[in-house]
Each structure stands twice: as structure tokens, then as C-alpha cells.
């Protein structure tokens, strides 16, 4: 049976409602109402399940890796102190792991934008030869299906048998609670309260939605915000190295084009979402900058030059305290929320 301090633990640390059978949950001030897929309704028992299978290292060809060792809790979802992780047999992965927080509300997903939808992005990892490197969604539920555990679980959860469609249901639920909103940035644009973040970070905001023009694709609504457009942009980075401008003549990652075949594609990879940002290093797709400071130093420089060199990228002549200005608003859309999720979702083994 699931452990009922499993369902305790997970109704404490995300703003959920009973609505019938399913759940309800409830938005962070600043985030939008969640959209649910009507083939998927939350439950707890769902929530439940994908937790259980988020941290099981059965989930992988050799037993050793979990999700949540690629989204490390305590590290924001994420993976702070490796560039790309490190997969089956040691084998290191094309791509930073991007931060999982608030991952109910991005699409499409991974950087390329290959999987329209939480639920079709769960197999990505599970069948990828660098990551969990199972061989079929066969092999998976074969293995699945032999734990007398889980069969309880996916019968309280979905009334009905383990199943390739059912398993990627479960972890798409639980990742759909990871919410943290209500950051200092929120309660002060949103929540109108003043005393919120200081001076600084307001001369922040004003360079974030101004001279820098970082809003442009770090969208801002009036309500609510991702702080992301979910769409792609080339900025240069993978094309040559940052930090020596040569040519980076061995990297087989072409970015969105791999999933389009359009050329214009090439070197273009998803905006990612800033909520958090602080927590959520290294950053870009390759996990190549290592700091806030470093990431607004490469954009004041206007990028890397390449044919297909997004038109938004544009030198920004930043002076030293406006960068400083700029990452102390950033350091401002952290969410307090975060600590408890961390708390409450450690891997027991």
C-alpha cells in the first residue's frame, strides 16, 4: 500500500485542494493557475506514485540512477557542480540539467523543445543511452511490474496494471507540484509590498525591462510570469568557446535544428526560465557560465558572433555597478518556497 506519510508529506509542501477526486493546485502568487491535462487529472495517488518512482534507481538499465540525481532537490531541481551530468557507465551527458522547478508551466520541454508535454518528455531520459540507457519502455515495465510495491501503487493510482503511458502519468503528476512562486520580486511587483527587495534590486529591475532589455525574452506579464517566452533564441553559445572565441569544431549539439531539420534552427536553444536562477547554476544549455555575474558579463558583450546569431543579442555597455544591479535583482526571484520542497522531497536511500 503507499504509505500514508508519503501522501501526508507531499499535501504539506505544495498548495493543493480536494476537488472530488482529483487536485486542485493552488498558484504562488506571481504563477499562473496550473493547466492540467484532461487525460491526466491530479490525484494523490498519482502524486504519490511519481514521487516514489522520481527517486527509484530501479528506473535505470544497471540500478544506479534515479531522477533525482540529474534534479538534485537541495541543489534547486537541478545539478549545481557539473556542467552536463554524468549518466550509465559513467557517460556524460550533451546538456546542462535544467532546473525542474515550476516545470509544470514550461513547453516544450528539454532545450530543444523536443517533447510537447511533461508526460512525453518522462521516456527522454529513462531511454536515453548517456542517461538511464534502457534498452525499451519494455524492459522498463517488465522490471516495474515484478515489484509487488508498485503494483499496489499503479492500482490505487490508475486502477489498472503498470504500463508505458500510466509510469510517465505518475512522474508527470508529481513533477507538477514542484511550484515555488512568491518570491521577494513577486510580493513586490505583484503583491505591492514595497519593502520587499531593496533599492538596488528595483535599479535591477528597471536595467531588466530596460537598457538591458533582458525582458524581451524573459517576458514579464501583468498578472503573472514565467519569466520566459518558451521560445528559442541563438545567442552563440556552443558555436565557439566564451572564454577563447575559437570554434568549438567538436561539438556534435546543433541545438533546435536536430528537431526542425530548418537550418535557421541551428544554434538555437529554449529560453530558460529565471525564476530561481540563483539556485539553479551552471547555466545555458551546456552548463558552460558559472555565475550570474558571468552570465551578464557574456551578454553585455553581445554574445558569440555566428551566422545565425539571434538579432536580440546586441552588445549592452553595462557598467560594473549596473551588472551588480542587475544580479541583485535576479537574487530576488528566489522562492522561499523552495526550502520546504527540498525538506520534504530528500531520497530516503
Not at 511533461?118 to 534502457?134: F, K, S, T
Not at 519569466?227 to 545567442?235: G, K, R, S, V
Not at 537550418?263 to 540563483?278: E, F, V, W
Request: charged share 20%; glycine share 6%; aromatic share 8%.
Amino acid at each position: 500500500m503507499i504509505a500514508l506519510w508519503l501522501i501526508g508529506l507531499l499535501l504539506s509542501t505544495t498548495p493543493l485542494s480536494a476537488n472530488g477526486k482529483s487536485v486542485v493546485i493552488e498558484p504562488h502568487l506571481g504563477l499562473p493557475q496550473l493547466a492540467i491535462p484532461d487525460n491526466n487529472p491530479l490525484t494523490t495517488e498519482k502524486i504519490t506514485l511519481g514521487r516514489m518512482l522520481f527517486f527509484d534507481r530501479r528506473l535505470s538499465r544497471d540500478n544506479t540512477l534515479s531522477c533525482a540525481m540529474c534534479h538534485i532537490p537541495n541543489q534547486g531541481f537541478s545539478n549545481n557542480f557539473v556542467t552536463t551530468p554524468t549518466g550509465y557507465q559513467r557517460r556524460k551527458g550533451r546538456r546542462n540539467a535544467p532546473t525542474l522547478l515550476n516545470v509544470g508551466y514550461l513547453t516544450p520541454l528539454f532545450h530543444d523543445g523536443r517533447a510537447p508535454s511533461l508526460e512525453d518528455q518522462v521516456w527522454g531520459p529513462l531511454l536515453n543511452h548517456r542517461e538511464m540507457a534502457n534498452a525499451s519502455p519494455t524492459v522498463v515495465m517488465a522490471k516495474i511490474n515484478l515489484i509487488p510495491q508498485y503494483r499496489q501503487a499503479f492500482k490505487n493510482a490508475f486502477k489498472a496494471a503498470p504500463s508505458k503511458t500510466t509510469l510517465a502519468q505518475a512522474i508527470a503528476s508529481f513533477e507538477r507540484t514542484l511550484i515555488a512562486g512568491d518570491s521577494p520580486f513577486d510580493q513586490w511587483y505583484y503583491g505591492h509590498q514595497e519593502e520587499a527587495i531593496n533599492q538596488t534590486a528595483k535599479k535591477g529591475f528597471s536595467l531588466f525591462t530596460g537598457k538591458a532589455n533582458c525582458i524581451r525574452c524573459h517576458t514579464i506579464n501583468q498578472e503573472t510570469t514565467l519569466l520566459t517566452d518558451q521560445d528559442f533564441h541563438n545567442t552563440g553559445i556552443g558555436t565557439r568557446n566564451h572564454k577563447t572565441n575559437t570554434l568549438d569544431l567538436k561539438k556534435r549539439d546543433l541545438g533546435r535544428v536536430e528537431i526542425t531539420g530548418n537550418p535557421s534552427d541551428r544554434g538555437r536553444y529554449k529560453t530558460p526560465t529565471l525564476r530561481n536562477i540563483a539556485l539553479t547554476k551552471p547555466y545555458m544549455h551546456n552548463g558552460s557560465i558559472h555565475s550570474l555575474e558571468q552570465v551578464i558579463h557574456f551578454y553585455n558583450n553581445g554574445g558569440i558572433t555566428n551566422p545565425n546569431l539571434s538579432p536580440l543579442i546586441q552588445p549592452l555597455f553595462l557598467k560594473p555597478d549596473e551588472i551588480n544591479q542587475l544580479t541583485a535583482f535576479l537574487k530576488t526571484l528566489s522562492s522561499p518556497h523552495v526550502a520546504a520542497l527540498i525538506k520534504k522531497n530528500q531520497p530516503k536511500n
